[in-house]
């Protein structure tokens, strides 16, 4: 009795687990193509753990090297638009010197060393004096990067 008490214990927690593996992949963000819609991003819970509002919201576009654009509305808790695009997956790069050295931008690899190529980073309609990593949020702002070779 005490054995099959266990194995029903046991296929609970797995169907439960299972459960809610299925559920939290069925709530996953997509990304739109074009401008049209952008797609809403929201980086992680706040210090607490509890869901609250973002701390800000801010456009961010990117300018692909076909020249496609993407626009995403992320909503954050980070302090800079960079720590909000890397916790999203959005940007990605190395360490250097002057902070982050942006090499992928939704995706898209842009390499100097490679082919000379790389990501522009600009905050509204001015190419930004600051690093991406050390640029702080302004809630409604837009920041963009825009692939240059």
């Known amino acids: 009795m005490k054995f099959s008490t ?7 927690a797995l169907l439960l ?48 090297a076909d020249g496609t654009e993407k ?7 980070a302090e800079t638009v960079g720590a909000a695009l890397v916790a999203e997956g959005l940007i990605s790069g190395e360490d250097g010197d002057y902070g982050l050295y942006v090499k992928v931008v939704d995706g898209e690899t ?23 990593d050390k640029t702080p949020i302004t809630d409604g702002a837009t920041y963009w990067f825009k692939y240059t070779k």
């Open 110 to 132: 842009a390499d100097y060393d490679v082919d000379q190529s790389y990501w522009s980073f600009y905050i509204g309609d001015e190419y930004a004096m600051t690093g991406v």
């Open 6 to 12: 266990k194995l029903l214990s046991m296929l609970f």
């Open 71 to 77: 626009i995403f509305e992320v909503k954050s808790y």
């Open 17 to 64: 687990t299972l459960s809610l593996c299925i559920g939290i992949t069925a709530c996953g963000e997509e990304t739109s193509e074009g401008t049209d819609t952008p797609s809403e991003i929201t980086t992680a819970a706040s210090k607490d753990g509890k869901e609250e509002p973002a701390k800000a919201t801010f456009t961010f576009k990117v300018v692909h």
